[in-house]
């Protein structure tokens, strides 16, 4: 009798789920532009976890989150191969310009963050914005870009541990498997325990997770000032213009180095997505994201200079390469200090990407387009339990097996779409939310700004004629400047009314993010492009077959007062309740 009891409630689920499959067309009508206010996602979304998380953050344990977020990942995983294969010498100019990318979308995601101090991140800020569509899919990204990196990161951890203890094969405390294929087939151990220590360890408590990063990121700086005092002191501006002088590879390489290097800025973001155990978030938030930024910005910048003194550019090694730098040089006892110290910092900002992923992937359970169980709060130690083992697992699996060089700028192109999204947010919650411009003025800026972009990004990449750049680039100056001039009175009176935290001189540095953004994102190869746009498809039939259905559930059936079986919606109710919001009140 149980067999049949199972069998026919299997029958039940697989009928429901067809019928839901066809009622796909109106559910996505009704649940793609939905939108939340800040109020309803402060309290009544964030109460689906259960418990509350801890406030218990400072605006110092942020920047350092934030730099020990993105410190191991940078100097230690791009800066060689950019160097030898884009950039040269040039690399620290590289590290500028995504520097001053990261810098604007840093500030936007600021903004927001302090409006709307929920752990959602980009995903949150989307979704209140332009909807649920748009904030799943810079989430899905954005946990894409998290899971990948940190796999990447984790294997780096094994070659620099490896050369802690002098051996100089990367590949030496690794397992080869012969019957797997190539790029597949080394199977790395360390990286896997790694990951799960660290999974073990966030589960336990984010204040602690904190401390224990505090303490590696206060040694990894003072390991980088010595990284930095001795390739100044050993090597020579010599090696600056020699063999091909500073841009070896042109401003071409320079710009495409500067796409790839941006890589080494993920992490920041981790900061805002902490936003919901910060103490005084209104105060500490913008300290500790803008702040994170700039002190990485200049640590980058003054390490890949150190770098390129000790070692000319073409003699530089494309793995562990400071490790290899200080054995060129003669320090092999050096070689092994930068191992132990690089892996020290990569396990920092394991520790704080692995933070921000389970916080990411938790608010996306509380909106219920994964599974919700992946919401909950653990009640004793105020943490998104499941949502941190789950994705532990997931990136233990994936860097097990996956030699991830190839996918470097697969991540890459998220993380800049993601950050376009946020600045083109940002102006529409600015003019049109809060400050109630006309929508199609500011929907037509925004498709200007980013045309105009994309024209100039084309003419560069093309090799047309500079009088295009010209054209282009003094076109979004010039719609810009339009554009802040006729929606300069219409907000300011009541931009002045607001307490919080605020991007200044805008709209300019969140349409410097659009231009910049696009500019880079169309330096990437081809093959980024495709396999970004096998992820965007796999995502986007994930939201079709599971998410829409179950947003559509619990957000208009269940508290719309919508009948299952007919679809038919109780109007008042629901109008009241999920409507499309256009203003955030």
Known sequence: MSNIHTATNSMKKLSSYLHSLSQTPHRLRKRMLATWTPDQEFNQVRHRSGADMKRKLNWYDLVALGVGGMLGVGVFVTTGSVALHHSGPSVFISYIIAGISALLSSLCYTEFAVQVPVAGGAFSYLRLTFGEFSGYFAGANILLEYVFSNAAVARSFTEYLSIAFGENDPNVWRVEVHSLPKDY?????????????????????????????????????????????????????????????????????????????????????????????????FKNLPIGIVGSVLTTTLLYCLMSVSLCMMVPYNKISEKASFSIAFLRIGWSWASNLVGAGASLGIVASLLVAMLGQARYLCVIGRARLVPSWLAKVHPSTGTPLNATVFLGICTAC??????????????????????????????????????????????????????????????????????????????????????????LNATTAQHAQQQHWSVPFMPWPPSMSIFLNVFLITTLKTLSFQRFAIWACLITIFYVLYGVHNTYEAEEIEMGGVSVGGDEVNSGVHNLQTKVEIQVH
């Open 398 to 487: 994936i860097a097990l097996f996956t030699e991830l060089d190839i996918i470097i700028e697969l991540i890459s192109i998220g993380t800049l779409l993601v950050f376009y999204m946020v600045a083109n947010a940002l102006i529409y919650h600015r003019y049109v939310i809060t400050g109630h411009t006309p929508t199609s003025h500011t929907l037509l800026f925004l498709f200007l700004l980013s045309l105009s972009a994309l024209c100039f990004s084309i003419a560069w990449k093309f090799k047309q004629q500079w009088w295009g750049l010209v054209l282009f680039g003094g076109f979004m100056i010039a719609i810009t400047a339009f554009y802040q001039h006729v929606v």
């Open 185 to 281: 087939n080394m199977l790395d151990f360390p990286a896997v325990a790694v990951i799960l220590i660290l999974t073990l360890f966030l589960c336990h408590s984010t204040k602690e997770s904190s401390m224990l990063n505090l303490i590696m990121t206060a040694f990894h700086v003072i390991f980088f000032g010595f990284i930095i005092i001795a390739g100044y002191c050993n090597g020579s501006a010599k090696n600056f213009v020699n063999p091909k002088g500073l841009a070896p590879f042109g401003v071409r390489g320079v710009l495409d180095g500067a796409a790839i290097v941006y890589f080494s800025y993920i992490g920041y973001d981790s900061a805002s997505t902490m936003a919901e155990e910060v103490k005084d978030p």
